[in-house]
Structures are given as structure tokens and as C-alpha cells.
């Protein structure tokens, strides 16, 4: 059972991005919608101009908090065109507007 889902706005910081990370928008469309199989895109955290097609999982089981906002930590796949996808850990953060 999920504890929380990801969604659109929510700040992703991949494990080994140095503290960097990106803010989840609405998938973009790289291909027809019907071959789409990501949730979100995601753009780089340093490299201008990149975007990722990206899933999301919350995988822990409870929340903690870093600066006053919910942590989780998450499994974030990076879906590639036509080849495997690299998977990597890293946190997510929900409200972070709030």
C-alpha cells in the first residue's frame, strides 16, 4: 500500500544529482500518445535543455521531513525510446509550495 502517490509539482531529487533535482510537469509527448508509457517529464537539474520522460514510485513506508516539508524516498525510471530504462532512488517532496 502507498502512503502517498507522486504527482504533478512535486520536487524529485535523484540520488547522486549533488542536491540537485526538477519539479514533475505533465508528460510530454515524444511520440504518440498511445506509445506513451511515463507518467511525467522532468527536466535536468544541469543540463539545459534535457528533459526526461520519467515514472515514479514512492517505495518507503513512512514520511520524514527536511526543511519542513514531507520527504519520501522514491524509485524514479528513466524511460528510454527504444531501449531499457535506467532506474535510480532518490527522494520526493510533496508540497513544496506550500
Known amino acids: 500500500m502507498e502512503i502517498a502517490k507522486a504527482e ?5 531529487s535523484p540520488d547522486g544529482w549533488g542536491g540537485g533535482g526538477a519539479i514533475l510537469a505533465k508528460p510530454r509527448a515524444f511520440c504518440s500518445e498511445a506509445d506513451m508509457n511515463w507518467q511525467f ?5 544541469n543540463l539545459l535543455g534535457v ?5 515514479i514510485t514512492i517505495t ?15 524509485r524514479i525510471e528513466f524511460v528510454h525510446d527504444g531501449e531499457p ?3 535510480s532512488g532518490g527522494y520526493i517532496f510533496k508540497n513544496i509550495h506550500s
Open 8 to 12: 504533478i509539482g512535486d520536487f524529485i
Open 60 to 74: 518507503s513506508r513512512k514520511v520524514t521531513y527536511h526543511k519542513g516539508k514531507k520527504r519520501y524516498r522514491c
Open 51 to 55: 528533459i526526461y520522460a520519467v515514472n
Open 85 to 87: 530504462s535506467t532506474v
Open 41 to 45: 517529464s522532468m527536466e535536468s537539474g
